[in-house]
């Protein structure tokens, strides 16, 4: 009995030992769960501090860029002003050493060190964190004017070219936005959009009545194809749009030459350098004896009696206040062939920018220099918009950037006219001057139309670079190496892309020699 109770007694004694063992062990452990509950407190106090002195650190950097200073005293000056306008500390944070001062290439490098009392190291060893954070800014010496000339050509849809230069263009808008962003010069970045085919688009309505549009029919080009027995006849052709009762969509046409490769100022004074607007004019109602196609824009009876004359008949007047055959499209009536979008003068409006690229549609013939001379519009200072600052202007750059996938081409029809209307007018207007000096005429072979607009490409860039504009030229898996090899600024300022999928890394590396040679100078 008596031995029954002892070990009964021994059983207790050793379940209170083993419960209080666990009590120990629960106690001791409590030290390192507070360590590491209270460590974490920290990290998150840390990261928070680090983000708000990174924020901080970035605005007062750009702020000090912007000033004048150039010292690296002022500089600090003027950096840690703005520092502590923008950074609000606790009592538990102290704002350690900091440092403001001029690069190598005249960027601002800032860096600021902070100091924070942790829980941990303040009970243990009575020290501080310390948090460090580092900003640069580019101090452009340059702004710079671009230009992106797309071809939105009815090639374009073949395969995922046009999705694809969608992509890589509104990334290389975003590029610059970015290099804007950082540049202390405001709006250090302008970028104007020209789509092009076998014509250009401006805003039909904005410019309806601009002076630089021919008003009154006085350009040479305007009456060619108002054709009498006799010669032709005068027609104002927003007139004609108004009687038609359709609008000008705003496509305009190539200037007479030598204006088509210059950027001489339009004006009433000098009716040739006017903008003529695009007008396609209506065709005779029935095919011509000895031609295989027929006449494809016929949209108003001829009202022309019994002449069997077709230029008369297409030349006439009068006819355009008769019925339409159809809706007036711009696949059929007087705006046929101008189906592309619209143009986009020199703006800081990069959302805009972009928008106005992820509409664009391809439709029509190649003609590439009247989308280059309309790129040298958007940057020229003369006109017809004026937007570009004068050349030669100290710390300023004009761009050009032209993509295309095809060669330069005038469509060809065995009609009399020898063709469809487009930018250049009729190839009989005799409007393309060759390398010889003639007139390109009926007759002459898809080749050497080719080569006559490549002439008068060639001719553009030249004038252009003469001006100081660097151009970089990207050719899309067809098309001429050539000659847009020799468009281009150099050699490297060409792109000869055989897949459209690589065109975002090609607008990339022109987006990165862009702000490395001119906006991080």
Known sequence: MRTSRFADIGRILRRFDDRGNVAIVAALAMGPICVAGLGAVDLAR???????????????????????????????????????????????????????????NGNVIATAELKVRPFIAGMLSNGEMSIVATSEVVRASVKVE????????????????????????????????????????????????????????????????SPWIDQAGASPINDEIF????????????????????????????RKAPYDVQDTAPSTGTPATLYTPYFA?????????????????????????????????????????????????????????????????????????????????????????????????TLSPQGPFADGVAYNTPKHQKIVILMTDGQNTMAQRDTPNDGTYSGTGYIWQNRLIR??????????????????LDYRLSLLCTNMKAKDIEIYTIRVEA???????????????????????????????????IAALHLSR
Request: glycine share 8%.
């Open 46 to 104: 840390a990261t928070t501090a680090k983000a708000e002195l990174q924020d901080a650190l970035d605005a007062a950097a750009l702020g000090a860029a912007r000033t004048p200073a150039t010292t690296n005293a002022d500089l600090k000056a003027a950096g840690d002003r703005f520092l502590s306008q923008n950074l609000s500390l606790s009592d538990d944070f102290a704002l350690g050493a900091t440092d403001f001062k001029a690069g190598e």
């Open 146 to 209: 671009i230009a992106l000339v797309l071809d939105t050509t009815g090639s374009m849809n073949t395969g995922s070219k046009l999705a694809d230069m969608k992509r890589a263009a509104k990334d290389f808008v975003t590029k610059m936005e970015e290099a804007a962003n950082k540049s202390v010069e405001p709006n250090a970045v302008k970028i104007s959009l020209v789509p092009f085919s076998n014509t250009v688009r401006v805003d039909g309505t904005a410019y309806l009545n």
């Open 227 to 254: 054709t009498t027995a006799t010669g032709t006849q005068h027609a104002n052709r927003l007139t004609l749009f108004a009687t038609l009762g359709t609008p000008w969509r705003g496509c305009v046409e190539m």
């Open 281 to 377: 004019p209506d065709e005779p109602d029935s095919k011509t004896t000895g031609y295989s196609d027929n006449f494809e824009n016929n949209y108003v009876p001829d009202n022309t009696g019994s002449t069997t004359n077709w230029r008369v008949k297409q030349g006439a007047i009068n006819k355009y206040g008769g019925t339409k055959r159809g809706s007036m499209t711009t696949t059929f009536g007087p705006n046929r062939g101008c189906g592309l979008s619209k143009m986009r003068r020199l703006s800081t409006d990069f959302r805009g920018i972009r928008d106005d690229i992820d509409a664009l549609v391809a439709d029509g013939n190649t003609n590439i220099p009247i989308g280059m001379s309309w790129g040298w519009n």
């Open 435 to 452: 390398s010889n000096g003639q007139a390109l005429t009926n007759g002459a072979t898809s080749t050497t139309r080719t080569e006559t």
């Open 479 to 513: 098309g001429s190496s050539t000659l847009l090899q020799n468009c281009a600024t150099s050699r490297d300022n060409f792109y000869n892309v055989t897949d459209s999928s690589t065109l975002t890394a090609v607008f990339q590396s022109i987006a990165g020699q």
